[in-house]
């Protein structure tokens, strides 16, 4: 990662925390929280072991410090001391604490192999990193050695296919929405910095030339960037969103427009490995 990506990282920081805290910051997360939740269920059971877990570029790891609260092994890596302070003061809130103790590791994805030398991970966590990246499906090689064979990725991306709907339905901008039918990139409202959008066709080709296979994928946010976000203050109306948010980002043809895309990715376990 470039240090003026790192340097915007940290100047938005606060600002990435309180949209998070937000009604449609907190509806992501729990989108994410949730489709990670059956997934982790279908691949490892309704009762799964403790697992080893790596949360590449964590941010304030809302969804990945879930997984610490419910046992698991959780390493947290993020090359800005502001994210990661803010992730730190979220672990000791946790009531009870949880039972293995996350680790906070300074450190970009590219630096990851040689962070975490001889470690590998059951679940590896990649949420809304790539699209701000120089070379997003290139930084998947860096990702690769950290996975334990049948191990899994969940990687959340922001979905190139959304972007021109986005802009002739919420912002009206039609001719925006015209040249982003064919354009890779856009600008971030939040770190004002560009970022790639991605296509799950791409993604899946990229991540198998890894030896990781995409094995499901949901969309996240179908429908929500089209609402006022008024009415989801409310709580009832807060809830009902989210169930259909969360149907519609397990069916085609919704999940492909959603804002973002959550693919499940597993490495083939060694011969005669579950």
């Known amino acids: 990662m470039s240090t003026s990506i790192a340097m915007a990282f940290a100047k938005g920081a606060s600002a990435y925390r309180a949209y998070l805290e937000s009604p449609h910051g907190r509806l992501r997360q729990e989108i994410v929280a949730d489709q990670a939740a059956r997934l982790i269920a279908r691949t490892w059971g309704p009762d799964p072991p403790s697992l080893r877990v790596l949360d590449v570029g964590c941010g304030t790891a809302d969804v990945a410090l879930r997984l610490a609260a419910a046992g698991h092994g959780l390493s947290l890596l993020d090359p800005v001391p502001e994210m990661l302070a803010f992730a730190r003061v979220s672990a000791q809130a946790l009531t009870p604490p949880p039972p293995i103790p996350p680790r906070f590791i300074q450190g970009s994805l590219e630096e990851a192999p040689a962070l975490l030398t001889g470690q590998t991970f059951d679940l590896?966590?990649?949420?809304?990193?790539?699209?701000y990246l120089g070379d997003p499906y290139g930084a998947l090689r860096s990702l690769a050695p950290l996975l334990a064979r049948g191990g899994c990725l969940s990687l959340v991306a922001l979905n190139r296919r959304q972007e021109p709907l986005r802009?002739?339905?919420?912002?009206?901008?039609?001719?925006?929405?015209?040249?982003?039918?064919?354009?890779?990139?856009?600008?971030?409202?939040?770190?004002?910095?560009?970022?790639?959008?991605?296509?799950?066709?791409e993604l899946r080709h990229h991540l198998s030339a890894t030896g990781i296979e995409v094995v499901e994928h949901e969309g996240i946010l179908v429908f929500a960037d089209y609402l006022a976000p008024g009415p989801l203050e409310e709580p009832s109306r807060f809830r009902t969103l989210f169930r259909l948010e969360?149907?519609?980002?397990?069916?085609?043809p919704f999940r492909e427009v959603a804002r973002y895309l959550h693919c499940w990715g597993r490495r083939a376990a060694p011969s005669g490995g579950r």
Do not use: M, N, Y
């Not at 590896?124 to 699209?131: D, F, P, R, S, V």
């Not at 969360?246 to 085609?252: D, F, K, N, Y």
């Open 124 to 131: 590896l966590l990649c949420h809304t990193l790539l699209e």
């Open 167 to 201: 802009a002739a339905i919420r912002d009206a901008k039609l001719d925006e929405a015209r040249t982003k039918l064919t354009a890779e990139g856009t600008t971030d409202s939040l770190f004002g910095l560009p970022r790639t959008g991605l296509v799950l066709e």
């Open 246 to 252: 969360v149907e519609a980002g397990a069916l085609s």
